[in-house]
Nanobody, 124 residues
């Protein structure tokens, strides 16, 4: 069982930056793949980024590639999402999620544990 708590959301102007954190509790955090998803009002939840259990492999949606970076520290049970050059279309509730095993990084159905989400609003 893994419990996830996101923080770091807020209101920022277009072109600005935010850093989201996801703190985990529970056993074997270092064995889970961690993913970031977002959901805007009236839209489906979409994949943003994922990082393998070791941190050696990362995956990004095309819409955020080159602007967002995910990283993790297993000793601190924390994963981060650094978001730069933010755009109004990045406005959404951002969730971190955890899954066992490899593969299916971009599918939210594959993730077993979810945080409560944190709001990111980018003004134009």
């Amino acid at each position: 069982q893994v419990q996830l708590v996101e923080s770091g959301g807020g209101l920022v102007q277009a072109g600005g930056s935010l850093r989201l954190s996801c703190a985990a509790s529970g056993h074997s955090f270092g064995t889970y793949t961690l993913g970031w998803f977002r959901q805007a009002p009236g839209k489906e939840r979409e994949f943003v980024a994922a990082i393998s259990w070791s941190g050696s492999t990362t995956f990004y949606a095309d819409s955020v590639k080159g602007r967002f970076t995910t990283s993790r520290d297993n000793a601190k049970n924390t994963v981060w999402l650094q978001m730069n050059s933010l755009k109004p279309e990045d406005t959404a509730v951002y969730y971190c999620a955890a899954k066992r095993g490899t593969g299916a990084y971009t599918s939210h159905y594959a993730y077993e544990y979810w945080g409560q989400g944190t709001q990111v609003t980018v003004s134009s």
